[in-house]
């Protein structure tokens, strides 16, 4: 059992450094703020999702670890190197929904190719057969399946066997059960010490596989928690009500209640205590029909990355 | 290699002249000869056009130079063939830029540098196989007459100075970046090729002399012939290939800069 003695050595070293460290990171592009100071720290083994719609500047950000873009202003760390110097020693990969695949190389030609780039690589059967591509690895790239080339991307992100992996989006266009698979597979090297950073927009995706979720919207961090605690953020249910002419002073007064919205004669009331609400409505008003409806995880996450854009304007 | 180095920043090494080495050469050089119409473009088409043009027995004998015409177009097809060889390698990098290739080889420690030496010395490969053919099948085929030194001195200077086209074809990957580029190409060299005076001799001092003086193979197409002549090189000859490589270097550069925010 040495190797698993000299690992864990191995982890003892890199837990020194924070795997991930962003300090004040800001990046424009002419007028537009794509990202607008993001200070995030992600120790070793962590398993964040980096959460949020599109255009909030998740793939920026990560362009950024990956020293693929410059800051406008602040830091990028990786295992307290520059983002460089870190690739230069493969201890970061990724999987970016950019990468491009050489369509006349075969499978196993790419996988030699980037071997050989490294001063360290896995030996390539073993990558091949670990991304389940061995059967096809003399199959032209061209003329693999969209899936087959994205198993494909992670052989090649894995070859160096990095400390930190880096995924934008990595489960668009798999089937269920090539979701499942290959979560299974991101979670058992996390558990050897892989820290893996994923971008994603599916917050069910998020709270199921990570066990940081970092919810990123209009260029900034606006929750950093579990699954759970981003899903208490948002929480609480919606009450509506048929009342001509609410008060809406006296139902935003109300304690727990987020926000009141009237249209027409119906009031609708977020609260996170909707009984104190239904309590009201029906005592101290001629309210009627009334509706109680819990918040899905979707709309929890519309509501925290919405809130930032009523800020913004 | 044993677990212990994986997560130790210290213990990973960065791989030495940032990672160029002989697996990735090889790669590319199966690629490229796997590739139906760069083989049938800078292998075959030039050895064809030579026996075509240059094994005519009406004036093939006929003395020019220190050699004899049949020599004359053997060498204008060896420079062909090298420029249509240098053009498609330049083609290459722009074109695994457009397909996002470059940004995935950024994720490895591969420097820029080793990247350009590799294409290079694919394409500079290439080049040297379409020279070397045309030239066997010539000396096989026993019409052309000249001089060793002019053979070896003609075949080096066709090689050698078609990069300048390396630079070309960089550029033009660039404003047409598509997987196809070659077919845009090949077409535009064969009528640059008539221009610079590879197909047939142009007469200088005349109009169609002055604009071919200006076109971007005739300083290469007269550089590479001049062994068969003797004497000092025309200073124009010179001035037209480092003039048009400064061309399409400054060109590529401007494209590459403008083109930053993508990779």
């Known amino acids: 059992m040495t190797s698993s003695a000299t690992e864990s050595t191995g982890l003892g070293q890199a837990a020194a450094q924070s795997a991930v460290s962003l300090v004040g990171v800001t990046k424009d592009f002419g007028a537009v703020h794509a990202v607008q100071g ?94 389940g591509i061995k059967a ?72 199921q596989y990570a066990d940081r979720i970092v919810l990123i919207s209009h260029g900034r961090i606006v929750a950093d928690g ?41 009031v609708l009331v977020h609260a996170k205590d909707s009984d104190v609400v239904a309590r009201y409505l029906l005592t101290e008003t001629t309210a009627r029909d009334l509706e109680i409806t819990a918040q899905g995880l979707e709309e929890a996450f519309l509501n925290l990355t919405g809130d930032v854009e009523g800020e913004d304007q | 290699m044993s677990t212990d180095a994986i997560l130790s920043p210290d213990r990973r090494q960065v791989p030495a002249l940032g990672a160029f080495n002989l697996t990735m050469l090889g790669i590319e050089v199966r690629r490229i000869l796997r590739n139906r119409r760069a083989v049938v473009f800078t292998l075959i088409m030039p050895v064809v056009l030579y026996l075509i043009i240059g094994t005519n027995s009406d004036y093939s004998g006929r003395r020019e130079g220190s050699g004899n015409i049949s020599a004359y177009i053997l060498i204008s097809m060896a ?34 540098v080793a990247y350009i030496a590799v294409k290079a010395l694919v394409s500079l490969a290439l080049g040297l196989g379409s020279v070397l053919a045309v030239n066997l099948v010539g000396v096989l085929n026993g019409k052309a007459e000249m001089p060793t030194h002019v053979w070896i001195a003609a075949g080096l200077i066709a090689w050698l100075g078609s990069i300048v086209f390396g630079a070309f074809g960089l550029f033009m990957g660039y404003l047409l970046p598509s997987e196809n580029v070659m077919q845009v190409l090949g077409p535009v060299l064969a009528g640059l090729a008539a221009l610079g005076g590879l197909w047939f001799p142009i007469k200088p001092h005349t109009v169609l002399g002055h604009i071919s003086a200006c076109t971007p193979i005739y300083g290469l197409a007269n550089l590479a012939r001049w062994p068969l002549y003797g004497g000092a090189p025309h200073v124009v000859w010179i001035l037209n290939l480092v003039g048009w490589l400064a061309v399409f270097v400054a060109g590529a550069a401007w494209r590459m800069s403008k083109d930053t925010a993508r990779v």
Request: with cysteine; net charge negative.
């Open chain 2, 79 to 112: 420079a062909y063939g090298a420029v249509l060889a240098a053009t498609s390698g330049g083609a290459m990098v722009a074109t695994e830029r457009a397909l996002g290739w470059s940004r995935q080889l950024r994720l490895t420690p591969l420097s820029p």
């Open chain 1, 226 to 266: 579990s699954g759970a605690e981003i899903k208490a953020l948002a929480s609480g249910r919606t009450v509506r009500a048929t009342l001509p002419d609410a008060d809406t002073a006296a139902l935003s007064a109300l304690g727990g209640v987020d926000s009141v919205e009237v249209r027409g004669d119906s």
């Open chain 1, 136 to 207: 096809i690895a003399d199959r032209r790239v061209e003329k693999c399946s969209g899936g087959e080339q994205q198993r494909l991307r992670f052989a090649m992100a894995l070859l160096s066997d990095p400390a930190l992996l880096l995924l934008d989006e990595p489960t668009t266009g798999m089937d269920v059960e090539g979701r499942r698979t290959f979560w299974s597979t991101i979670r058992a090297d996390a558990e050897k010490g892989r820290t893996v950073l994923f971008a994603t927009h599916y917050l069910e995706e998020a709270d």
């Open chain 1, 38 to 131: 993001i200070d995030l720290t992600i120790e070793p083994g962590e398993v964040v999702a980096f959460l949020g719609p599109n255009g909030a500047g998740k793939t920026t950000t990560i362009d950024m670890m990956l020293g693929l873009s410059l800051p406008t202003t602040g830091t990028a760390r990786i295992l307290g190197l520059q983002p460089r110097e870190a690739i230069a020693r493969g201890l970061v990969s990724a999987v970016m929904q950019t990468g491009g695949l050489l369509k006349d190389l075969t499978v196993r030609e790419t996988v030699a190719y980037t071997a050989s780039l490294f001063a360290h690589a896995r030996p390539v059967d073993e990558v091949l057969a670990d991304a």
